[in-house]
């Protein structure tokens, strides 16, 4: 009878220590698992500003190809509206049909603050801060050109500055498979990949 209760007290103890040992391993994973999803809207959100970019490119073609001053005009503002978003000192409402445009530089400006507090691999984190830095400061020239552009009263001269522009951002999207590249959204989402500890390194770049 002594024999069988001790085999009892026995298993309930191997039970009580498989169920606290699951229990730890659950508290220790959801960390790693908040990270993943952290990883996940950081990497979103560097796609979603890949694709603005690429819009930015576009609007910026257009204002070179423009075949009158009001329609290059109106390019030059789409840039401009995309760039600064809906709260910008020089966002013009009448020509952008969104209601809300959250802003190239605004959403740099916040996810690039998030980079700084996000764990990463210390070997990462220098060249991520200094690609960000780099970004930030192609797109303000990237607004200050579509600006000065805007301004100009002839067609070739705004066509001139708006290159310049085309210039900056296409540095400002990068090159995500050049490792000699240093700036660039294409570059922070690789560089990002590479140093966040969460991440397996297999999903996709934007």
Known sequence: M??????AIALILVVALLVLGSLGTATQAEPGSQEAKEDVSIERRLASMAEQLRMAMTLTTLAVLSPTPAAQRLHIQQ???LLEGTGGRHFVKRVSPQEEIPG???CAQALFARLETTP?????REPISVAAKHTLSLLNSALETSLFGLRQRRLERASDEMLKAYAYLTAALGCGSDPTDLSGVLVLSRLFLASSPASDGTREQP
Do not use: D, H, R, Y
């Not at 002594?2 to 085999?7: G, S």
């Not at 990463?120 to 990462?124: A, Q, S, Y």
């Open 2 to 7: 002594k024999t069988a209760q001790q085999w």
């Open 120 to 124: 990463l691999n210390p070997m990462g």
């Open 104 to 106: 190239l530089i605004p």
């Open 79 to 81: 840039v401009i509206n």
